[in-house]
């Protein structure tokens, strides 16, 4: 079959999406909006994508939303100029304007959007005692293999790892932090210190049932799925794990044991650790299904482990053949109309790279509220070129901001909250309030430019103000965050 027969496509649509996650959903949610005329396609590899709902726009740039696991049906029945396809995309090819699926079939585009997120980035691959939490599929095999476990260790301090040993009831968690203390990617040692005892401490009722995510799946059709890393789906709402029962077999409340400043050495499995010179080890440790083994000389036996050590750009589908540009972080190139390097190619979400230059304020982060502004901008930027209108970098770019939850306590940061890229020229103030608030405050040259706050501070809004319009707070020195005064007012 030669190349051009082989590239004839079955369907030519005015946009194509692939991905349906929050950054694709949210694409095509607003190109069909803004140009309901179009022959929208979506290529997904399960049968739901992941929908925004109860979004709430809390301030100039906060915003807080819940994401609904739903039917693709959903979207089409509300955009009858949409078709879902579900497959996964086997390759690319930019020059033809078209993609073929695992299933066989090839699409044409007028312009694509690769939403594709990211892949867990797995200590080992192949290994059955190791285990990484990306998509509900997942999720729902962990939950499995808890319900029967004792022990398991968590390797990972981002946000799935923070979430993971709170959440974790009747079993032993050793959790191996490669950091110095908790949760450096959203706060400092100060922070990581207020929230230490609440892993200590038994975890509050939970209250009432949270809708935000719904695990159901089905069996995809043969052949609709791809091989190999990139056929996960989407990944897993910021309350994945709300609704679902992650307990072991154990009486124990939570009881987590921490190691800092580790790595994993190596990983055996008892049939290993029998015929290799340290099988002292197992005698040492009792008899588990998997041992792991840590650069600080330790090793813990355990029934399975789970890698949560972050995620790497899902671009493998895409590249062959093709002259993508890609940045350090192996993501996609994109500028600042979130174009790809190749024509007519966009890209949005954990996949890509912001390559353009950033706010002072602004960093990248691949979490949930950039996939939904980072899907709602590139459909806004497909949108404005076919319809030849003019179009500007959104206001959302211009500071970072993001509300999560982590041990049970609000947590906003803004801006350079932990002094990213400052160096030493900045000072911290802070007031933290044992069990109650953390308040982090990050000043250079006298002005406000990033902030950490735990707990139901109500400073959000204020300090947002304040680092928006870089008003000079050296008059006020410590007092700005004196409790006696009300600040909100005092800057109103």
């Not at 020229?425 to 109650?436: A, M, N």
């Amino acid at each position: 079959m030669c190349e051009r027969e082989f590239w004839s496509p079955k369907k030519t649509f005015r946009f194509v999406i692939v991905g349906g996650g929050i950054a694709g959903v949210t694409c095509v949610e607003q190109l069909s909006s803004q140009v309901p005329s179009a022959d929208v396609a979506l290529i997904t590899a399960g049968p739901h994508i992941k929908a925004v709902t109860n979004y709430k726009q809390v301030s100039k740039t906060l915003e807080e939303f819940d994401v609904e696991e739903r039917p693709s049906s959903v979207l089409e029945e509300k955009f009858p100029n949409l078709t879902v396809i579900h497959s996964a995309v086997k390759s690319l090819h930019t020059q033809s304007h078209a993609m073929e699926t695992a299933d066989g079939r090839v699409f044409g585009y007028e312009k694509l959007c690769i939403c594709s997120g990211g892949r867990p980035k797995l200590l080992t691959q192949d290994n059955p005692y190791v285990l990484g939490i990306r998509d509900t599929d997942s999720a729902q095999e962990f939950q499995k293999r808890l319900s029967k476990a004792k022990r398991i260790v968590v390797v990972g301090n981002g946000g799935i790892a923070l979430e993971l040993v709170y959440e974790v009831e009747g079993c032993e968690v050793i959790w191996a932090v490669k950091d110095k203390a908790i949760g450096n990617t959203f706060f400092d040692a100060g922070a990581a210190q207020f929230l230490i005892p609440a892993l200590e401490a038994d975890k509050p009722e939970s209250a009432a049932t949270c809708k935000r995510t719904r695990y159901t799946t089905e069996e995809p059709a043969p052949g609709a799925r791809g091989s190999g890393p990139t056929e996960a789906g989407s990944a897993l709402g910021p309350d994945w794990h709300e609704g679902i029962v992650l307990r072991g077999t154990e009486q124990v409340s939570r009881r987590v044991s921490l190691e800092y400043q580790c790595e994993v050495e190596k990983i055996f499995t008892s049939e290993e650790l029998l015929n290799s010179p340290q099988q002292t080890l197992r005698l040492e440790n009792g008899s588990w299904p998997v041992y792991i083994q840590l650069t600080n000389g330790k090793t813990f036996g355990c029934d399975f482990v789970v890698s949560a050590t972050g995620v790497v750009p899902n671009t493998e589908p895409f590249l062959n053949g093709n002259n993508f540009a890609l940045a350090d972080d192996g993501g996609l190139h994109v500028d600042d109309h979130m174009m790809t390097s190749e024509p007519d190619v966009y890209a949005a979400g954990d996949v890509c790279t912001a390559c353009w230059e950033h706010s002072p304020l602004w960093q990248q982060m691949r979490l949930w509220t950039q996939a939904r502004q980072m899907g709602w901008f590139a459909g806004r930027c497909m949108a404005a070129h076919v319809l030849s209108e003019p179009i500007e970098l959104d206001f959302c770019f211009e500071l970072f901001s993001h509300i999560t939850k982590f041990f049970n306590y609000k947590v906003v940061l803004l801006g350079k909250f932990n002094g990213q890229g400052l160096g030493p020229d900045h000072e911290l103030l802070l007031r933290c309030t044992k069990g109650q608030e953390y308040v982090k405050v990050v000043l250079s040259g006298g002005r406000m430019v990033g902030a950490v706050l735990i707990g139901e501070t109500d400073l959000e809004e204020t300090f947002e103000n304040l680092i928006l319009n870089q008003m000079d707070l050296t008059p006020y020195g410590e007092e700005l965050l004196n409790p006696d005064i009300d600040i909100e007012d005092y800057f109103d």
